[in-house]
C-alpha cells in the first residue's frame, strides 16, 4: 500500500490556472474511479473538493475540476485565488484508501 | 448542520492505549460509513481502517491489524478508535471523516495524540 506521487510544490499567479498531479498503479488508480482531492489548511481538517475522479460535493466551485489518465490522476484550479494557498492530497479507493504524499500550492 | 466532533488531545506513554470518539449529528449515523485517518506533522494522511455503523463490520489497513479497534454505540451516534501499544512513532493528528461515495466529506476536527517515551 504505498503512497500515491505527487508533485511536492507548485506555484500559480493569482487568475491563472495549475494542475497537480497524482501517480498511481493499476491496482489503484488506474483500476478505480474512485479518486478524490482534498484541501487542507495549515492546522485545519481536510475539506473535499473532488470524489469519483471528476464530480464535485456541492458547495466547492466549478474552478476545482478533476480527470484521469490511466495511473495518473489530476486536479486542475483553474482562476487562481489567493485562498487556494494550501496543501493538496488525493486518494485513491482500492478495497482500502491510500492518499498521496501532498503539493502545496502556492500562489504567489 | 452535519459534524463529526472528536474528543480532546491526549498524551501517552509508550506502550499505552489510547481512545479516540467521534461524535455524529446532523444526519443518520448508520447511514454512513466512517473512516479513520491520522496524519503526522508535516507529512500527508494515512489511512487506518473504516467502519460501518449499521452493523458494526470494520476493515484495517495492515499496518494496524492487531492494534487498532474500532467500535461504535449508535444510542450517542459516536465512533470510537482504539489504538494499543502505542509508539514514538504514532505521535500525530487522528481525524475521523464521513464516507459517500468512496470519498470522504464531512471530516472531525482532529485529535492530536503525543507518545512520549
Known amino acids: 500500500q504505498s503512497a500515491l506521487t505527487q508533485p511536492r510544490s507548485v506555484s500559480g499567479s493569482p487568475g491563472q490556472s495549475v494542475t497537480i498531479s497524482c501517480t498511481g498503479t493499476?491496482?489503484?488508480?488506474?483500476?478505480?474511479?474512485?479518486v478524490s482531492w482534498y484541501q487542507q489548511h495549515p492546522g485545519k481538517a481536510p475539506q473535499l473538493l473532488i470524489y469519483?475522479?471528476?464530480k464535485r460535493p456541492s458547495g466547492v466551485p466549478d474552478r476545482f475540476s478533476g480527470s484521469k489518465s490511466g495511473n495518473t490522476a489530476s486536479l486542475t484550479i483553474s482562476g487562481l485565488q489567493v485562498e487556494d494557498e494550501a496543501d493538496y492530497y488525493c486518494?485513491?479507493?482500492?478495497?482500502?484508501?491510500?492518499f498521496g504524499g501532498g503539493t502545496q500550492l502556492t500562489v504567489l | 448542520q452535519v459534524q463529526l466532533v472528536q474528543s480532546g488531545a491526549e498524551v501517552k506513554k509508550s506502550g499505552a492505549s489510547v481512545t479516540v470518539s467521534c461524535k455524529a449529528s446532523g444526519y443518520i449515523f448508520i447511514d454512513f460509513d466512517i473512516t479513520w485517518v491520522r496524519q503526522a506533522t508535516g507529512q500527508g494522511p494515512e489511512w487506518m481502517g473504516w467502519?460501518?455503523?449499521?452493523?458494526?463490520?470494520?476493515a484495517y489497513a495492515q499496518k494496524f491489524q492487531g492494534r487498532v479497534t474500532m467500535t461504535k454505540n449508535t444510542s450517542t451516534n459516536t465512533a470510537y478508535m482504539d489504538l494499543s501499544d502505542l509508539r514514538s512513532d504514532d505521535t500525530a493528528t487522528y481525524y475521523c471523516?464521513?464516507?459517500?461515495?468512496?470519498?470522504?466529506?464531512?471530516w472531525g476536527q482532529g485529535t492530536t495524540v503525543t507518545v512520549s517515551s
Open positions: 471523516a464521513r464516507v459517500i461515495n468512496r470519498g470522504m466529506d464531512v
Open positions: 469519483d475522479v471528476t
Open positions: 493499476s491496482s489503484d488508480v488506474g483500476g478505480y474511479n474512485y
Open positions: 486518494c485513491s479507493y482500492a478495497g482500502f484508501w491510500v
Open positions: 467502519m460501518n455503523p449499521n452493523n458494526g463490520n470494520t
